[in-house]
């Protein structure tokens, strides 16, 4: 990452016109690179080269966002050129069986997740909101990187962003037709993904508030039954940097079972992540206090939990998301 910083703070004028893109930038980038990490220090290299350069942007050559866009597609196509493909847990092989998670895999291995505050607007009309939720989901971002590079990139900037097919041409500087043809063929690619299904958070949604609620005061009373009662039948469990997962409510509930696995005391405290239904898992610290274990995301569907995936790495996850609210003091 460059060490130079573009941030508010800066006096310049240039910075003042960048820094508004910064949102927008983050979510493109993180649906081209399945990272929230990733997705920061590409927006930064793109806002200092475009600081650095920014005397010779000439505006009669598109706009100030277009011209941004391109710089961050060539960071983000450079930084994909020769790395893995990100993927979810049940992409990389079959359900388990038995006990046993074996060895942590690269953190390169997975799609990570990013805070919902880094990519979506706070403001905006609440149905766009809606869409923009959808596609920062761990399936969707987890679905693009079966795509290639420069597919990837039209497919996002056509189908999520809404550019017209002679603006995305133009940024990756080719013609509308290849545009055309390369987002045939990602739309074609794409339904050929199984993509877990699940729904994006709702908070004005009174039936996926109430299941949450349930699933929480469950979860904090390890109340295995009523867990487990509010899982689809073929609901999954991940837990990130592992390539271990379970398939069905019989699996799960032995998971959590297990004595030496036990989430007993542990608090769920609501995070905006992915668009989705979040919370970081706390346990009990020696002090008295809670420390952050795992952030947990949920795949909602039709009233009942479909997928619980927990990134387990919080130490790392904590600089990019902050540290988590208070306990809620009747908890103590």
Request: hydrophobic share 45%; proline share 6%.
């Amino acid at each position: 990452m460059a060490e130079t910083t573009v941030g508010t703070s800066g006096l310049d004028a240039e910075t003042f016109r960048l820094e508004p893109f910064r949102t927008e930038l983050t979510g493109y980038c993180y649906r081209m690179l399945g990272s929230g990490f990733e997705a920061e220090d590409a927006v930064q290299e793109t806002l200092v080269r475009a600081w650095r350069s920014f005397d010779r942007y000439d505006e009669r050559r598109g706009s100030l966002r277009t011209w941004l866009y391109r710089i961050a597609t060539n960071i983000c196509l450079d930084m994909l050129r020769s790395a893995q493909r990100r993927a979810l847990a049940m992409d990389l092989g079959a359900a388990a069986d038995g006990p046993g998670i074996g060895a942590p895999a690269p953190e390169r291995t997975f799609v990570q997740p990013v805070p919902d505050g880094a990519v979506l607007p706070m403001h905006g009309d609440p149905a766009e909101l809606a869409v923009r939720r959808e596609t920062i989901r761990l399936a969707f971002v987890a679905a693009l990187q079966h795509l290639p590079r420069r597919q990837r990139a039209v497919l996002i900037l056509r189908e999520v962003l809404c550019w017209r097919a002679e603006e995305v041409a133009e940024l990756l500087e080719t013609t509308v037709a290849s545009v055309t043809s390369a987002l045939q063929r990602a739309r074609s690619t794409l339904r050929t993904v199984d993509q877990a299904p699940g729904e994006p958070f709702r908070p004005a949604d009174r039936t996926q508030r109430d299941l949450l609620a349930r699933y929480c005061d469950a979860f904090e009373r390890h109340d295995v039954e009523v867990l487990v009662a509010l899982l689809h039948e073929d609901a999954t469990m991940s837990m990130p940097p592992f390539r271990f997962w379970l398939r069905g409510r019989n699996q799960i509930r032995v998971a959590l079972l297990d004595p030496e696995a036990s989430c007993a005391g542990a608090r769920l405290v609501p995070v905006a992540a992915n668009g989705s239904p979040a919370f970081w898992q706390l346990r009990p610290a020696h002090d008295g206090g809670y420390l952050p274990f795992g952030l947990v995301l949920l795949d909602v569907v039709d009233g009942l939990v479909a997928g619980v995936t927990t990134f387990l790495d919080a130490d790392r996850l904590v600089t990019l998301f902050g540290q988590p609210g208070e306990v809620r003091p009747a908890d103590r």
